[in-house]
């Protein structure tokens, strides 16, 4: 990170709070923490010196590579309750990593402003999922898509989740609770897609932003490594509170709180750019 002494000191507690965040709500809806993090280090960024147009894209690389271990330690506690289905996760690995691969290499071609818009749009779309009541009603299938269907459901949720920084954990439990995949384990399960998803979006935003002039202190292309590592320093601490407060309590209240923030930060990107 680059910045004066007081931007920086006013930097890591903020980003210690949201790390803190990010993990709650990454346990709590089998999200990766991206909603989260992303607007929080667009506003930061800019404190410390960052230039506008490079913000989106640091935001996004960087939240990806806190997904990886927030999702890591949120399946992790998933698993331990028996919510993990570990052959979903199998079948459709593959089939996201080259949809992530196809993100990155879009976000490669796009400039900051556009990729935050992106985001924008894309977190009020998902904003309409949290604030819809729950299906109560049959499940729309009776198992997980295959063959054709499996590859492009897989692609593009590998696809959007690297646009937006996210571990697409919000498509991913939409899509198994709508085959039947009880909540639980629909959301352990995304938890771990979350982590499918971060490595190879990550590795694909560190390559796209080598040789990018200006980049802040300590970033390996578009990946800023002190400040994922603050926010990684708390997010894994707070992720299995959130499973535990998943398994524990109605999270109906919860979602639809999520689901206003969402409102806010998808409105305040676009306004923002």
Known sequence: MVGDTASLTFAIPV???VGAGAGFAAGLFGIGGGFVVVPALVFILPLLGVAT??????????????????SARSTQSHAARGSVDFGILKSWAPWVVLGTVAGSMIADRISGATLAVVFGLGVLGFAVYFLLPRRNEEPVLSAMPAGVARFGLAGSLGAISAL?????GTIATLTMTMCGTPIHRAIGTAAGMGAIIAVPASIGFLVIGMGEPDLPWGSLGYVNVPAAFVIVLTSVVFAPLGVATAHLLSPALLRRVFGIYLILVGATMIAKY
């Open 164 to 168: 937006l920084g996210i571990g697409g």
């Open 53 to 70: 147009d490079q913000v989106p894209h640091i935001a996004v690389g960087t939240s990806l590579a806190t997904i990886i271990f927030t």
């Open 15 to 17: 980003l210690l709070a």
